[in-house]
């Protein structure tokens, strides 16, 4: 079944460190986001990727970095720089490049600080 | 900047009750708008979609939802809530010519039996 994987399901990080959360789709989507979702909030777009190698900076871009160098894959890096970076993390991906379509969600990674 | 907004953060109801939750955006251009759920333990997941035509969209498990222009407005309706509606609910706007979504606070419904 076609699909998105993030992977972990949860992470844990420790001060001063970078972790990267995986995010692979198998739906042959151009497009692909990050999300983070903090109680009350709703759903804050960090940062997206309409085309392989090329991304844009969404709403709360500060702290974080991503690369798109396959068509399936989206990782993105919590930096050090990141101060508040306890969340869960949602990636999606949809058809089309221009955002007219509805997104695909996964199952989403839950980071703490320890 | 565009927001969208939620009326409600938290409504319980009985089943058999019917349901709408409102959603209000901010944005006076051209729009997508969209309502997504997330069942417990389980991923987002689209419910309806407008992007133009009739104003009123019907969506999976009953649901529909009515775009007024005029108000900026695009509710949830649902005549009668099952316990298996327990969920929360997004709603969602996108600018025909951008790419970046913006999502409502979200609003948890729980169903009683």
């Known amino acids: 079944d076609g699909g998105i994987t993030q992977s972990p399901k949860y992470l844990f990080r420790k001060e001063g460190q970078n972790v990267t959360l995986s995010c692979e789709q198998n739906?042959?989507?151009?497009?692909m986001y990050w999300y983070r979702q903090d109680p009350g909030q709703g759903l804050r777009l960090i940062y997206y990727s309409q085309i392989v190698n090329d991304f844009q900076k969404g709403d709360i871009a500060e702290g974080y970095s991503v690369s798109r160098e396959k068509k399936e894959s989206f990782p993105l890096t919590v930096t050090s720089a990141q101060k508040n970076p306890t969340a869960f993390y949602l990636c999606?991906?949809?058809?089309?490049?221009?955002?007219?379509?509805?997104?695909?969600f996964g199952d989403g990674t839950r980071l703490s600080i320890l | 900047a565009q927001s969208v907004s939620q009326h409600n953060h938290h409504v319980i109801l009985s089943e058999a009750a019917s349901l709408e939750l409102g959603c209000n955006y901010s944005?006076?251009?051209?729009?997508?708008l969209f309502w997504y759920v997330q069942y417990p333990g389980q991923h987002l997941q689209l419910l309806l979609k407008?992007?133009?035509?009739?104003?009123l969209v019907k969506g999976i498990k009953g649901f529909e939802a009515e775009f007024i222009k005029s108000k900026f407005s695009f509710n949830l309706r649902k005549p009668s809530v099952q316990w298996s509606d327990t969920a929360e609910y997004f709603c969602?706007?996108?600018?025909?010519?951008?790419?970046?979504?913006?999502f409502g606070p979200g609003t948890r419904l729980s169903v009683l039996p």
């Open positions: 999606a991906s949809s058809t089309g490049r221009f955002g007219n379509q509805p997104q695909h």
């Open positions: 969602a706007v996108n600018k025909v010519e951008g790419q970046n979504f913006v």
């Open positions: 944005y006076g251009g051209t729009v997508n």
């Open positions: 407008y992007f133009s035509g009739d104003p």
């Open positions: 739906l042959n989507h151009d497009a």
